[in-house]
């Protein structure tokens, strides 16, 4: 028996066999859509280009040359060009997707989980606690995004670091109506009941058993967030509040280009193609999945 | 047998949940302003050193604090703040002196007026698109407009500004430039036209000065349409979605039965059920766009509040940039009361 | 005379499992009559009513070797003509006027809806036309339905309002898709008796689908019995309880009954033979 006939066999004859043997099928299902798998090679794209940086660049991305200055496109050795300080465009935005690489994972780690905590808690006590979290959370998607982004990252001074904290501040609270949602239709089943029979206290059965029950659920979310956190990121590095000179980050290298805009375009072109093509990867993607997910909005 | 229960019921109910809404509301509200209450208080600029000086002395100082009144306990400072803040006094921008609630009143407008016709243009592209997309399930017509839809959920905005700017002003001279209007009109308005609305399409139109709206259209066309496409992309996605649900609903196949023709089981049929959950979208991608122009109006020298904010921000004007986050997020509690009321109007079953 | 005949109907359904036939070579025909359509769920028998009104949606696709009403093939009529017939000449009632009647239109509206847009019909008179034909479904207060919406209205009297929906332009054949299985036990009947009273006035044909086979043989004249998308015997109303099919045994088998043995009902017996 090979693999693929253990994975499809209709009659799994184990838990794992039966888990596999799904994830095979929606395997399957999204290899079928070419637009999602566009989206999975962009991506992969992207994380070769973020761990072969050095070998995949032709220059450095900081050093200043500016004989070489505002290079147009197809010159000798700068493909893409060169920008006001004569730097590679191309290498350094191969330098940037580390950049970029770095913030979404920061974000992807950090906001799920302040809104799994959060929403979490709120489901499984309920009461007021629940009351008072979910107040909170609204309020925070009241805010605009961007907006209280800005204020943010006004008050803690401009930085990555900052950014990212900035972003997650006000990436999360989906992630706690998400959470919460699913704590709801755990937290009076018979075997957290058993749980909490055996003396466990509330910390561990929400750690240990309704947390896993939210991931799912949430990495669907987290997928489909990226390419907003990317354009958010690359908005606040566009303002000069994200990144700072002379960090090859996408959208600071946007802003830069910009006083050339009608002479030398490629300046601030380059750099806004390579943020469209990534969000546009794991928009892609992430539609896939969620048709995959849920068949019901697939349209077939 | 039942029937309609009597209208005076009816009003009863739709008052109590008016009432609850506006508590949610006032909660809300006090909410956003305990957040930038929050953020006003840990910035790293003394709001008092801004104000008397860096050669102040002792006692100035001090007596700064007193007149600011950042001598009391925090939870009095907040009330003074929520107080005057709902009183429309959103202090006093540390650039120019003058209070928030001015300069954001005269810049609102025309984020207002850029963040509609985005809205109108959106609506226009995006349903057409969405149900034409439903109807043809897996279609060429569908793919492409999937295709559209994700990248105009994939675009940052301002690049998308700068490239239209790149082609349509710079190359092609289709459209004004940045600006709400050409200089030659911009005194001219100042001084010509009576500020009703402080919307120049809406005011210019008033005067009677078609020359000037023309070339205020020619303006904002750009903006609008790029923000338009966003706004687009998420309406045209929602409708597709709504559609597809309502098209297998069994009431469709009873309209078929009764020999309706297709355009009237999809528009009247299906769409009076679709508008139902598309309300509520159209007015978040209305509050979206209040948000997504502040990127879009650094690029295009719009004078609404995203500009205000941002230039505030660059010389750390902190009540400046905090009174419009306000102001921004208020915007967005009250469209959302708006959206749920109207959705409350047009579904019988949540009346 | 016959009013529709269909021969060897076919529906299937290409799904990502492969091609589903939910019926496969059907035929029968009806006249002015009444004919009972029974089965379990999933047995084809709403897809053959559908078929039809070739009101199958894609993927769903259907096939027939002929499909005559009334002298028409209409496997061979353009969808515009086949739209012409809906409606005047002939209708449907579904199964739960919960989801069959529009959700955020008015009764009235609903109602009228057919006269105004298709027969152009002025609209004091379809007015009346539609308090008419609500007063023909028993319905006491037809002003008031007529300003209501379907949620306001209880189950019985939804189906009473499709019912009349559906008999406002008169039309010859009158497909019934369990029309009160979504409806309380004690409403169900006055429903059905409403139903019988106007077919039989009008003489229409009537095609009855229902799980219920009591139900059928006191209701219909003929009854077809379905069993995963055939026909497995085809009988008169009043021979049903002396079926020779053991499928159609068993069907019966399987009610209780006032005063019999109150041992568990015997399950369902089915046996691959009787699909092919």
């Known amino acids: ?300 | 047998m039942t029937a309609s229960p009597s209208a005076s019921l009816r009003l009863g109910a739709y008052l109590r949940a008016a009432g609850s809404m506006l508590i949610s509301l006032a909660a809300t509200i006090l909410g956003l302003l305990l957040v930038t209450f929050i953020i006003g208080r840990v910035v790293p600029i003394d709001p008092v050193l801004a104000i008397v000086g860096e050669r102040a002395t002792e006692a100035q100082i001090e007596a700064a604090r007193v007149a600011l009144g950042l001598d009391l306990p925090l939870w009095r400072q907040f009330l003074i703040y929520a107080w005057d803040a709902l009183h429309g006094d959103l202090g006093q921008s540390i650039r120019t002196g003058q209070p928030v609630i001015e300069a954001v009143a005269r810049h609102f407008p025309a984020t207002l007026e850029l963040a509609t016709l985005a809205t109108i243009l959106g609506v226009i592209a995006g349903v057409p698109a969405g149900v034409l997309a439903a109807t043809r399930p897996g279609s060429l017509a569908d793919h492409v407009v999937r295709l559209v839809g994700l990248m105009g959920y994939s675009m940052p905005v301002f690049w998308l500004g700068l490239i239209g700017l790149l082609l349509f002003y710079g190359i092609l001279g289709w459209v004004g430039g940045p600006g709400r209007l050409d200089a030659v009109f911009d005194m001219m308005y100042e001084f010509e036209v009576t500020p009703v609305s402080g919307m120049i399409l809406i005011d210019t139109a008033l005067a009677g000065r078609w020359d000037m709206w023309v070339n205020a259209i020619s303006h904002i066309i750009l903006p609008a349409g790029l923000l338009g496409y966003v706004s687009m992309a998420y309406i045209s996605r929602m409708t597709r979605s709504f559609m597809m649900n309502e098209l297998s609903q069994e009431y469709i196949t009873t309209a078929r039965v009764k020999g309706m023709p297709e355009w009237r089981v999809i528009w009247v049929h299906a769409m009076r059920n679709v508008l139902v959950p598309l309300i509520t979208v159209i007015a978040l991608s209305y509050a979206y766009l209040l948000e997504g122009s502040v990127l879009t109006e650094t690029i295009f020298a719009w004078p609404g509040l995203g500009s205000y904010i941002t230039d505030a921000l660059m010389v750390n004007d902190m009540p400046a940039v905090l009174g419009g986050t306000v102001v921004v997020g208020v915007a967005f509690v009250l469209l959302n009361l708006f959206s749920d009321l109207l959705y409350r109007l047009v579904d019988p079953r949540a009346r | 005379m016959t009013l529709l005949s269909v021969k060897n109907l076919r529906v299937t359904f290409d799904t990502e499992a492969g091609v589903v036939e939910a019926v496969r070579g059907v035929s029968f025909s009806l006249g002015r009559e009444r004919l009972g359509i029974v089965g379990e769920s999933g047995s084809g028998k709403t897809m053959t009513g559908r078929s039809v009104l070739r009101l199958i949606r894609p993927p769903g696709r259907i096939a027939a070797d002929e499909m005559l009403f009334d002298g028409q093939d209409l496997m061979k009529l353009p969808e515009r003509e086949m739209r012409a017939l809906r409606g005047p000449r002939m209708a449907m009632v579904m199964q739960d006027p919960k989801y069959s009647l529009n959700p955020v239109m008015k009764v009235g509206a609903q109602l009228m809806e057919g006269l105004r847009q298709r027969d152009r019909v002025g609209r004091a008179e379809a007015h009346g036309k539609a308090v008419a034909a609500l007063e023909a479904v028993q319905i006491r207060d037809p002003e008031r339905v007529m300003e209501a919406y379907p949620h306001e209205l209880s189950g019985g009297m939804g189906q009473r309002v499709m019912i009349a929906m559906m008999l406002i332009p008169n039309p010859d054949l009158l497909i019934a898709d369990e029309p009160t299985s979504a409806l309380d036990v004690t409403v169900q009947a006055e429903v059905l008796s409403i139903l019988d009273g106007l077919v039989r006035d009008r003489g229409m044909g009537l095609i009855f689908i229902s799980h219920d086979l009591r139900l059928v043989a006191r209701f219909c004249d003929r009854v077809l019995v379905m069993y995963k998308g055939r026909v497995v015997e085809e009988l008169a109303a009043q021979d049903l309880l002396h079926a020779k099919h053991p499928y159609t045994q068993g069907l019966l088998n399987c009610l209780p009954r006032i005063g019999g043995d109150r041992g568990p009902l015997p399950g369902l017996d089915r046996n691959a033979e009787w699909a092919r």
Not at chain 1, 78 to 85: A, Y
């Open chain 1, 1 to 300: 028996m090979t693999l693929t006939d253990w994975l499809r066999d209709p009659n799994p004859t184990s838990r794992r066999q039966a888990k596999l043997g799904q994830l095979w099928l929606g395997w399957l299902r999204l290899r079928r859509n070419p637009l999602a798998m566009a989206g999975l090679v962009i991506i992969l794209l992207l994380l070769v280009l973020a761990a072969f940086a050095p070998w995949l660049a032709t220059q450095d991305p900081i050093t200043q040359n500016l004989q070489n200055r505002l290079m147009p496109p197809g010159t000798a050795g700068h493909w893409l060009g060169t920008d006001d300080f004569g730097r590679d465009i191309w290498s350094r935005i191969v330098f940037g997707a580390r950049i970029t690489l770095y913030i979404i994972a920061l974000v992807a780690v950090t906001a799920p989980l302040i809104g799994m905590l959060v929403g979490t808690v709120a489901g499984y006590f309920g009461g007021w606690v629940d009351q008072v979290l979910m107040r909170i959370t609204d309020i925070f998607l009241a805010f605009p995004r961007l907006i209280l982004a800005l204020a943010l990252v006004a008050v803690l001074g401009p930085g990555i670091g900052n950014a990212v904290l900035a972003i997650a501040l006000t990436a999360w609270p989906p992630y706690a109506r998400v959470a919460r949602a699913e704590t709801l239709t755990v937290r009076h089943s018979d075997y957290i009941a058993a749980v909490r029979l055996q003396g466990a206290g509330a910390g561990r059965i929400i750690w240990g058993h309704i947390v896993p029950m939210c991931l799912p659920s949430v990495i669907i979310r987290v997928t489909l967030d990226m390419a907003g956190v990317i354009l958010i990121a690359a908005g606040l590095g566009f303002l000069g509040l994200g990144a700072q000179p002379p960090l090859p980050e996408w959208g600071l290298m946007i802003s830069a280009g910009r006083k050339y805009l009608f002479e030398q375009w490629w300046v601030a072109t380059m750099p806004g193609l390579a943020i469209f093509i990534v969000s546009l990867g794991f928009n892609l993607l992430g539609d896939g999945l969620r048709d995959v997910l849920d068949p019901r909005s697939s349209g077939k």
